[in-house]
């Protein structure tokens, strides 16, 4: 891992969760960062539609409703983003010729956004019991005009920044399992933006200990 430059921030707004707080889906939970919020929900494994039927593994379906009106562009940019982030965490292979679908629900969104997504969604597949060969976070960085990296970035600090960046990074290595840019940056911003992220994702993993602790403590 590289060494983070004076000029980067790492602050995160405060996180909240919840799970289990929907009874139809197997699995659910929302995710709080910031004024951004988002709900998740899983369903399945459940019976597929013969056209969608993979032989050896399970298929993932996701679907990002926004605050208000219809799914644009954006959403279905989103979707793709978090199916590959999921597909690459779940062990599939378990559930062949079934069904999964993840149905994520913005609440209200002041900015990383997407990494929201991602955290509301690793907390909805832990917990639907689904068997993952590691759990995920997401981390987003901006970079301001003048240079600085700032981690967690509200709405406004993306609308002032140049370049917006979210990484998923997994459990057990931090590997980044999936990135996603916009606006221009030098390769060394892209190498600082990766290892704040990883840095960050310490953080996020810990949040995610404490919140099952809390949880499975009081059902003792």
């Known amino acids: 891992m590289m060494e983070i430059s004076s000029?980067?921030?790492?602050s995160l707004r405060?996180?909240?969760?919840?799970?289990?707080?929907?009874?139809?889906?197997?699995?659910?939970?929302?995710?709080v960062q910031g004024d951004s919020s988002v709900m998740a929900g899983v369903y399945?494994?459940?019976?597929?539609k013969v056209s969608k039927e993979i032989y050896d593994r399970a298929t993932l379906e996701?679907?990002?409703?926004?605050?208000?009106?219809?799914?644009s562009v954006r959403e279905r940019?989103?979707?793709?983003?978090?199916?590959?982030?999921?597909?690459?965490?779940l062990l599939l292979s378990l559930h062949p010729r079934s069904s999964l679908t993840?149905?994520?629900?913005?609440?209200h969104d002041d900015g990383s956004l997407l990494s929201c997504?991602?955290?509301?969604?690793c907390m909805a597949l832990m917990d639907a019991g689904l068997p993952m060969?590691?759990?995920?976070?997401g981390v987003t960085c901006a970079i301001s005009t003048d240079g600085q990296i700032i981690t967690d970035p509200t709405a406004a600090q993306e609308k002032e920044s140049r370049a917006l960046m979210t990484f998923a990074i997994d459990s057990t290595e931090r590997r980044v399992m999936m990135s996603s840019t916009r606006g221009s940056f030098s390769v060394h911003e892209l190498q600082q933006c990766v290892a704040l992220s990883q840095k960050a994702s310490e953080k996020i993993f810990q949040f995610y200990r404490d919140s099952v602790r809390r949880r499975y403590s009081k059902t003792l």
């Open 77 to 89: 940019s989103q979707e793709q983003y978090l199916r590959e982030t999921c597909e690459a965490s």
């Open 62 to 71: 996701v679907l990002v409703q926004p605050k208000v009106g219809q799914a």
């Open 102 to 107: 993840l149905i994520l629900q913005v609440i």
């Open 7 to 10: 000029t980067s921030n790492i």
């Open 117 to 121: 997504c991602l955290n509301a969604a």
């Open 133 to 137: 060969s590691c759990l995920f976070c």
């Open 44 to 48: 399945g494994p459940a019976e597929v």
């Open 14 to 31: 405060e996180f909240g969760c919840e799970q289990s707080l929907l009874s139809r889906p197997d699995g659910s939970a929302s995710f």
